[in-house]
């Protein structure tokens, strides 16, 4: 059905019911529905049956009767009702006992008089856009069985009245916005079967005990709420409960052993909670159970043998919690296995060898886990396993053939073990095979030649082993391949031209192996990643390299490859990455090259016999970050590449370059050893003055200036501080006044403090910060241990508190806060933490006393690696993606060793898309609108467009800036007010010494680190670029800093260098994102996994 266009308003339709004098004749209901009908302007055959001519309305469609011929049933659903009805067209039907208007589009309230139908057994106004409260006059209707008003927009409450409805079934209130505690007095009704009230994110608190009591309950849904607590032991009294859905909540505490009584239990999905403890082996009473989904949790212990007792389970999912031991052999007699997933736990042993009796296993998944041993042969006994995870584990011994006795598998990953031997070329009959990782193992013989079998291959990865032989021309025939990862092998002969077959590649990464012959002239048009760099190629590059117009990333560095560079490269349109270092071209630098606008990150043209002058049009690639053309025989002067305003990094040692170096900053600043061996090269004094004194005069307007600007600056502090102060003092008072309030708690670890320990430590005195939600205060427990707790502001208490407790209740990585706990009152809402020691890494950079002095580099890479790996977890690892929406460096917290940690999710919030391709759409769930903060918000929150994971890496690149420069984003000694990145930009765009730029307080600065600052002023560049399009992703920020300090690391051995030296010897010095695309991703939970996750 097309979507409804228009909504119709749902009081006068259904007040059409209710306000008529009684019509007992057939004529008269005849006339009343189809009066009714007429008013509704249905187009089509909607309705068709509803004839005035007819005697009575008892055939018509969606109508019954009773005996005595009055309409008792009206069933509507789904009609698209594109007109509003009169107010008043229908009377009393007070006969009616089932009432189903749904799917019709309604809106607006629902009427109290609905009420007066006092017969009414069934009520069902699903699937509409009704708003307002649930009228409690609902609650009259003595004799409903069935009420259901889910997926609508309804709000308030649930009301206490529903105890009364104590002939009630089914109670469906899921997906609206109810708000609230679920009522005590849902114990009341002793013949509810099902109760759904999931999808309703403010629905809070416990699940009352009294929901034991619903003795004939079959269906609790709660799920995606944000109900917390512990789930009652009363829910043992639950005897004929079928499923038990409360996932994606806030449940904490442990599992309650009672639920081994609810005998006719079939489905537990407590997923996505913050549940503790051990798995209770009570569950090996639950001989009905057939659905077990406990991942994402802070589960312990073992996995209970008992659950070896549950024959007719089908589904296990226990993955992302802290289990431990063995998988248990009892598992060998679930029969009905299908799906077993138990990653991310720290699970030892081996694979029990009775697994092979779960015949109708489809999904085995036991990655990143400490699984030792070898993969048992009796594997190939699972016929139907369609995918088999066993990556990042201790796995060793050889790859089993019989796998290829598994018919129906698709994917295979056992990356990341130590698995040796040869690829068993049985495995390679699997037609079904589209996914095969084996990288990172220590795997030797040949690829078979059989690999051309598989021709549903869509991903290769046999990176990282001690493969050798040649390159099977068989590969040519895999038409659906898309990724090939063949690199650090010991692979020779030629790359096969048949190859060229693979029509759907993309990405072909070969190097590291001894290959040899010359490069293929022709390979498919679809590549977009190319890496044959360290093996033995010769001969010229062929002119047909240009046809792969969508090729971004070109390597061919350390090999053999002559002749001339080839100008139809020109054509490679989309390059962004292009090296040819190390190799033994010939002739010019063709001009050409600089056609190519995409060309932004690096181009090494080093170690090789060019010649000639570097072209003039160099000029304009005005996007590049690195150029190396060191080791060559260039010759001329270096003026044109004084207007290359984006350029971090130049090296251009070992040449026959003379003339004045260029007068600018840059090229003074440049280390020697990248200027070295270039004997017609020379300095100016670079001194320049004004002889008319103007720059005194200048200079003493602007020391004014400054001065005026420090002391308004002063006076704006001394405000806020004494306005925080203020309403600090006078928090501590409310709260004081206020202890008398009941608290709800939830607590994530354990900890020995009451409330009043904590209210009356809320005093100014305590005050160690304030953020966009809350001001946070330093909290001393009598147990001796320090928390930092966050007192809400009034304003923000509900999206923002929520916004907390709701994100990191259900993450975790090494570099965000830890939530500890929470609590809240009538009033107050207050979130514990851990206390972190040494402040934020604004205060450390801009604090009293000069204190970011006192961070030198190391720690300020460190902690900007720290803060890039966090949102890289939450953009690129959580499910559904998070955007953390003010990334600032008030916002980075430091540990006692200064490590860093990501803080203030008041204004996060989930989106939708996948993260590894960018995310492309944006669903708040329940959180506040993104503002971030002041001099960190990317340019599109000031113009409609859409927030999206790249508003936080524009914030974070701003964190860059600012970290790099020593200089707070809305410095007022910035040069006429501007912003951080405005006067970044214009420094550089003067072709201005980028070192200029970074922080004075920064010394030792050897050529080294000097190399490596700047190179992370290129990733800040790229990070704050005005299109969130050209920002990259945070896993590529990940990876492009530790590339920086892995690069560096080498350099300062480089740098030493004072003779010419050998050019194999020297690995060329760019940013390349070679690994970016190519690191692991780790499977989803539950049900699919994902084309990223392999």
């Not at 609108?929 to 790249?950: D, N, V």
Request: hydrophobic share 40%; net charge negative.
């Amino acid at each position: 059905m097309p979507p409804h266009n228009y909504r119709l308003p749902f009081l006068p339709l259904l007040l059409c019911f209710f306000f008529i004098i009684p019509c007992f004749s057939l004529d008269q209901q005849v006339q009343t529905l189809f009066s009714w009908k007429s008013q509704l302007n249905i187009s089509g055959d909607t309705l068709s049956s509803w004839n005035i001519a007819d005697a009575s309305p008892c055939n018509w469609a969606g109508v019954k009767c009773n005996q005595r011929g009055e309409v008792s049933e009206i069933e509507l659903k789904g009609f698209d009702l594109q007109h509003s009805p009169p107010v008043t067209i229908l009377r009393s039907l007070k006969s009616l006992t089932s009432l189903t208007l749904s799917s019709l589009n309604l809106t607006g309230a629902i009427p109290k008089e609905i009420g007066d139908l006092t017969e009414l057994k069934v009520l069902d106004l699903s699937d509409n856009s009704l708003s307002g409260e649930i009228p409690v006059e609902i609650f009259r209707l003595k004799k409903l069985e069935t009420l259901s008003l889910n997926t609508n927009n309804l709000e308030g409450v649930i009301p206490t009245e529903i105890g009364n409805l104590s002939s009630l079934v089914e109670l469906m209130l899921f997906d609206n916005k109810l708000s609230g505690e679920i009522p005590r007095s849902i114990g009341e009704l002793k013949n509810l079967e099902s109760f759904r009230a999931g999808g309703n994110k403010n629905i809070r608190g416990e699940v009352p005990w009294e929901i034991g009591n619903c003795e004939n309950l079959k269906m609790l849904g709660l799920a995606e709420t944000s109900l917390s607590g512990r789930l009652p032991a009363s829910i043992g009294n639950l005897k004929r409960v079928e499923t038990i859905a409360i996932y994606t909540s806030m449940l904490s505490g442990p599992i309650p052993d009672e639920i081994g009584e609810c005998t006719e239990l079939q489905n537990l999905y407590l997923y996505q909670n913050s549940i503790s403890g051990s798995i209770p082996t009570t569950v090996g009473s639950l001989k009905k159970l057939q659905s077990l989904l406990l991942w994402e949790n802070n589960l312990v212990g073992k996995i209970p043998t008992e659950l070896g007792n549950c024959p007719d389970l089908w589904l296990i999912d226990l993955s992302e919690n802290h289990l431990t031991g063995d998988i248990p052999r009892s598992f060998g007699s679930l029969v009905n296995l299908q799906e077993l997933q138990l990653s991310v736990n720290q699970i030892s042993g081996t694979i029990p060898e009775e697994l092979a009796n779960c015949t109708k296993l489809t999904h085995l998944e036991i990655d990143n886990n400490l699984i030792t041993g070898e993969i048992p042969a009796l594997m190939g006994n699972l016929k139907s396993l369609t995918m088999f995870f066993a990556w990042q584990n201790k796995l060793t011994g050889n790859i089993p053939g019989t796998l290829s006795e598994c018919g129906e598998l698709q994917a295979i990953d056992l990356s990341y073990n130590s698995l040796s031997g040869s690829i068993p070329k049985e495995i390679f009959e699997l037609r079904n095979l589209t996914k095969l990782l084996l990288l990172s193992n220590d795997l030797s013989g040949v690829i078979p030649p059989e690999i051309g079998n598989c021709t549903n291959l869509y991903r290769l990865r046999l990176n990282g082993n001690r493969l050798a032989g040649s390159i099977p021309s068989e590969m040519g025939n895999l038409k659906n391949l898309n990724f090939i990862d063949l690199s650090e092998n010991r692979l020779v002969g030629v790359i096969p031209p048949a190859i060229s077959g693979c029509e759907s590649l993309e990405f072909l990464d070969l190097h590291s192996n001894g290959l040899s012959g010359s490069f293929l002239g022709t390979l498919p048009k679809s590549l977009k990643f190319i890496d044959f760099s360290d093996n033995s190629l010769t001969g010229p590059l062929p002119p047909g390299i240009g046809l792969l117009t969508e090729l971004t990333k070109l390597n061919l560095a350390k090999n053999r490859i002559s002749g001339d560079i080839p100008r139809e490269i020109s054509t490679c349109m989309s390059l962004q990455l292009l090296n040819l270092g190390d190799n033994a071209f010939t002739g010019r630098i063709p001009e050409e090259l600089s056609r190519i606008p995409s060309l932004a990150i690096s181009l090494n043209l080093s170690c090789n016999s060019l010649v000639g002058e570097i072209p003039a049009r160099f000029s304009d690639l005005k996007n590049l970050g690195v150029l190396d053309v060191s080791h060559n025989r260039l010759t001329g002067k270096l003026t044109v590449l004084s207007d290359m305003q984006n350029l971090v990094s130049l090296n251009v040692s070992f040449n026959d370059f003379s003339g004045e170096l260029p007068d600018t900053p840059f090229f003074k600043r440049l280390p020697l050893s990248d200027l070295a061996s270039n004997k017609g090269l020379y300095i100016s004094n670079g001194i320049s003055t004004r002889p008319d004194g103007s720059t005194r005069n200048s200079s003493a307007v602007k020391l004014g200036i400054s001065v005026l600007i420090a002391v308004t600056a002063v006076l704006i502090l001394l405000a806020a501080y004494t306005l925080v102060r203020a309403r600090a003092a006078a928090a501590g008072k409310q709260l004081l006044d206020e202890e008398i309030d009941s608290w709800d708690v939830t607590l994530y670890q354990k900890l020995d403090f009451s409330i009043d320990d904590v209210v009356r430590n809320l005093t100014s005195a305590n005050v160690i910060g304030t953020g966009s939600s809350g001001v946070v205060y330093h909290v001393a427990i009598p147990s001796g241990e320090t928390l930092a707790v966050k007192k809400m502001w009034a304003r923000e208490q509900s999206d923002a508190f929520n916004s907390e407790i709701n994100t990191l209740g259900s993450i975790r990585h090494r570099n965000i806060v830890r939530l500890l706990g929470w609590c809240s009152n009538r009033n107050l809402k207050l979130l514990f933490y851990d206390y972190l020691p040494n402040g934020s890494l604004s205060s450390r950079l801009h604090g009293a006393g000069g204190k970011g002095g006192g961070v030198g580099w190391e720690a300020r890479y460190d902690v900007v690696l720290g803060v890039a790996h966090a949102l890289a977890y939450l953009h690129h690892d959580c499910l559904p993606a998070i955007i953390h929406g003010d990334v600032k460096a008030m916002n980075v917290l430091l540990g006692p060793q200064f490590e860093p940690y990501l803080a203030d999710f008041g204004l996060a919030r989930t989106v939708s898309g996948n993260p590894d391709t960018g995310i492309d759409s944006s669903k708040p769930t329940n959180r506040p609108p993104l503002a971030g903060s002041y001099g960190y918000m990317a340019p599109e929150h000031g113009s409609m467009q859409r927030i999206t994971e790249k508003s936080d890496v524009y914030s974070y690149g701003v964190v860059l800036l600012e970290v790099l420069t020593g200089k707070h984003p809305l410095d007022p000694d910035l040069p006429g007010g501007a912003h951080l990145v405005k006067w970044v930009r214009d420094h550089l765009a003067e072709k201005k010494d980028p070192s200029k730029l970074l922080d004075p307080r920064l010394d030792g600065r050897t050529d080294s680190i000097m190399h490596e600052m700047l190179q992370t002023l290129a990733v800040a560049f790229l990070c704050v670029s005005n299109r969130a399009s050209e920002r990259p992703m945070m896993k590529d920020v990940v990876a492009m800093l530790t590339e920086i300090r892995d690069i560096d690391v080498g350099r300062s051995e480089i740098d030493k260098i004072k003779d010419g030296g050998s050019c194999g010897s020297k690995e060329p010095q760019v940013i390349t994102h070679e690994k970016i695309i190519i690191s692991h991703g780790s499977s989803n939970c539950s049900f699919a996994f994902s084309d990223d996750s392999v």
